[in-house]
């Protein structure tokens, strides 16, 4: 995979949000205290999954890691509303992953709040995080409901 710089540092900003996100939501951690800690030891270190880059380091983009961490954190009831319509019945944001549910959240913020970036660019963006954690089916799921998010959110 040969992206450019800038693309680069998103995934990674992307990534790192998501073990944020997922930070956050097991351990309370608060949001000053937590930006401070992935701003200190965890952004622009390695990176061990060949999906995000064939480089040895990624930089990531800590303004948007940023925007996306708060985003989310800020409009979390929005975003779940969002997610849980588009669950299949019976389904709940409870029943989720909790690392499922934090690369759902952050993918729901930038379809929503990132009008800058392309849907597409986004959703495909969130199934290469999902594959950093999840099976490819368990990437489709999260390409299935961004997708339906991305339609309610940018007609």
């Known amino acids: 995979m040969n992206q450019p710089a800038r693309s680069k540092a998103r995934s990674a900003a992307r990534l790192a949000a998501v073990q944020a996100l997922y930070q956050q939501h097991m351990e309370g951690t608060a949001m000053a205290r937590l930006l401070d800690e992935f701003h200190q030891h965890?952004?622009?270190?390695?990176?061990?999954?060949?999906?995000?880059?064939?480089?040895e380091y990624v930089h990531a983009e800590v303004p948007f890691f940023d925007d996306v961490v708060r985003g989310v954190d800020a409009r979390r009831d929005e975003i779940d509303a969002l997610v849980a319509d588009k669950l299949a019945a019976g389904w709940s944001i409870a029943r989720l992953d909790k690392t499922m549910l934090q690369v759902l959240r952050a993918g729901t913020y930038e379809l929503i709040a990132r009008v800058d970036v392309p849907a597409?660019?986004?959703?495909?963006?969130?199934?290469?995080?999902?594959?950093?954690?999840?099976?490819?089916?368990q990437a489709k799921f999260v390409n299935g409901i961004l997708d339906a998010v991305a339609k309610g959110a940018r007609q």
């Open 42 to 55: 965890r952004l622009g270190r390695t990176i061990d999954d060949d999906d995000f880059d064939d480089a």
């Open 120 to 137: 597409a660019v986004t959703i495909n963006e969130y199934v290469e995080v999902a594959k950093a954690f999840f099976d490819d089916g």
